[in-house]
């Protein structure tokens, strides 16, 4: 049985790959510093190692105290319109602790590595659907810091052979495997959604005049628990030395409207509401789609929700908590 470290296995990605990992016999191990994660997340019975990525003495001795085969990198800050704000910050987590995380990978002899990327690498596409093949124009720091740890990925890869590695990019993670775990951030569409309906206020739509079908932005949004099977399956694949693709998209090819997803949670939850329209938010494009073709026969990538599954899931998991 192999053990993988999962760095921000407490949040809420995080700790739905650590369950996913679990699931196949794989042992998962954790670390993460509790800033944004939560430890009753982890599951009781994985090893929760509380410490910053940033110390690479911890990071070396928590991978030689386990043996571990590989690493899932998914802790890093990864507000994109805060990035803006706070630019220094965004890249000392996820520039330095990348690099920190591979030194202590190279310390430890620890060579495969997935990297938890975005699809904000590509900023505004020009074209319909985002391929892994399309350019990268990240605009804001924190897309331009994933896009490094991507670089740092490659520039290792040709300096240590033995190392192998597999960014997976994706935008807005939705929805829970687990009524154990949910979305607590104050930044994603869903838990702003859905902590209005709880505390009686009425959501607000950003803007409503793009040129989209219903004039509200088209996002990918994908269910979490089919994200933790993709890293899953990207780790087996390394593991049995596959050849993989550098980059991945965990795209859903057709994408939703805000207002689509305002529809569902208003079928869903039983709350009936008309959302509030608001300014639109600087740099937010009117669609961004990714196709996951290749990560479909890659990585078991699948889109195995509709949005009322996914937001029924998320309605469940917070309510779970109240």
């Known amino acids: ?24 016999g794989i042992t998962p191990v954790v670390v993460d510093d509790l800033s944004t994660g939560r430890a009753a997340f982890v599951p009781p019975e994985v090893t929760l190692v509380q410490g910053d990525i940033l110390d690479v003495d911890l990071l ?36 330095t602790g990348m690099v920190k995380v591979l030194d202590a990978m190279h310390r430890a002899g620890v060579n495969k590595l997935v990297f938890s990327s975005s699809a904000a690498v590509y900023g505004t596409p020009s074209t319909e659907l985002v391929t892994e093949d399309s350019p990268t124009h990240p605009e804001s720091p924190y897309g331009e810091s994933k896009l490094v740890g991507e670089w740092l990925m490659s520039d290792v890869a040709r300096a240590w052979p033995e190392f192998s590695s597999v960014a997976l990019r994706y935008f807005n993670v939705v929805g829970s495997a687990t009524d154990e775990v949910y979305d607590i951030s104050p930044h994603n569409l869903f838990p702003i959604v859905i902590e209005a309906l709880i505390e009686g206020r009425t959501p607000q739509v950003n803007g409503t005049d793009y040129a989209t079908p219903d004039g509200s932005c088209v996002r990918d949004y994908v269910h979490v628990g089919d994200l933790a099977i993709s890293h899953v399956a990207a780790a087996q694949a390394l593991e049995a030395g596959r050849e993989l693709l550098p980059a991945y998209n965990l795209g859903s090819g057709e994408g939703l409207s805000v207002l689509q997803i305002m529809d569902a949670m208003r079928r869903v939850t039983g709350v009936d509401f008309t959302p509030e329209v608001g300014p639109r938010r600087a740099g937010d494009p009117a669609r961004i789609v990714a196709d996951g073709t290749a990560a479909a026969a890659d990585l078991d990538w699948q889109m195995r929700h509709t949005v009322d599954e996914m937001v029924a899931s998320a309605w469940s998991a917070r309510t779970a908590h109240s």
């Open 1 to 24: 049985m192999s053990t993988w470290l999962v760095t921000g296995g407490a949040g809420y990605i995080g700790a739905h790959v650590v369950r996913a990992f679990s699931s196949v």
């Open 60 to 95: 070396t001795d928590t991978l030689d105290r386990f043996n571990c085969t590989g690493v899932v990198h998914v802790a890093g800050f990864k507000y994109a319109g805060v990035s803006v704000k706070r630019p220094l910050h965004t890249y000392t987590q996820n520039v």
